[in-house]
């Protein structure tokens, strides 16, 4: 069986990059870690760390124990804190990961929620762009994810929560000085920014084949949503994205947005986590309470979409 203490130690030595350091921060000495050490390597058959005269350097194999220990520890800590609430009182680590969209509109309302309701839950919020929180998921560095469009795999538990319509964005000589409907066919030949390739473009569109064509016409991609909303105003091109997106811009009137039709785009968001991880009375308060929050700004109009009932 693998000894999770091992797992402990690996961790701190891969962290720290060395022994001596890891040494000083579990104060166990430099001697007993080189055989726990050792005898992980035994195990896995593959020297985990390249022994350096400045350090310890980890080989491929030990990424990839890193990466499943990390998962494991971290699945262990909340598992003690969540059985060992006495109190009845919420409490323990709890991460989430949303898009740029999400914190724009729920993020300030949740995270003083929280505060307020859960005083006792360690909470880490974390942004990215909207395709790029599944990845964070499935690194096991949140607990929970609000996701567009994610993949179906059994590997996550996930639940519908809004389906948001697509518009196109663009200042009005890029994109036409009208409000009037914009069809699919006429999109392709404007110059589109684009989200980088992969998961972050997926969550723009599920339909692969209308993806291909948006991405093969991209003149453009980016990961930054300054870079991307910078370039919109300077008039550099259009994105595909939601009202939400560029809300500040549309405000200011500097760029106008068009719905997309013939087809419409929409995109799904759902609320995911890792089937693997069973949840903890902390992550099951914050995932109710966002789930209230982001039907509370459909409902309220702050975040232009509908909410997908239950099934």
Known sequence: MLDTRQL???????????????????RIAASALSHHLAQLEARFGAPLFLRKPRGMEPTAAGHRLYEHARSILRAIAAAE????????????????????????????????????????V?????????GAALPHLMASDVDLALVYNPPVDPVFQSVPVLEEKMV?????????????P????ELLDLPIILLRQGLSARAIVDDVTLLKKIESRAILQMNSVQAIA?????????????????????????VKARPIVQPELSRTLHLCRLASRPPTF??????????????????????EAQIVEPT
Do not use: H
Request: hydrophobic letters at 45%.
């Open 81 to 120: 804190t969540d059985m060992n609430d006495r109190a009845g009182q919420i409490s323990g680590p709890v991460s989430v990961g949303m898009s740029f969209s999400a914190v724009k509109a729920i993020g300030v309302d949740f995270v003083t929620q929280v505060v307020r309701e859960f005083p006792k």
């Open 230 to 254: 910078g370039s919109i105003e300077a008039g550099l091109g259009c994105v595909i994205g939601t009202r939400l997106f560029m809300q500040d811009q549309l405000d200011r009137g500097t």
């Open 8 to 26: 402990q130690y690996f961790a701190v030595i891969y962290e720290q990059g060395s022994l001596a350091q890891a040494s000083a921060q579990l």
């Open 282 to 303: 902390a992550s099951e308060a914050i995932r109710d309470t966002l789930l209230a929050l982001v039907r509370k700004a459909v409902l309220s109009g702050a975040w």
């Open 122 to 130: 360690q909470l880490a919020l974390t942004e990215s762009l909207s």
């Open 182 to 185: 914009i069809p699919f066919a």
């Open 168 to 180: 196109c964005v663009g200042r009005p000589e890029v994109i036409g000085d009208t409000d009037d």
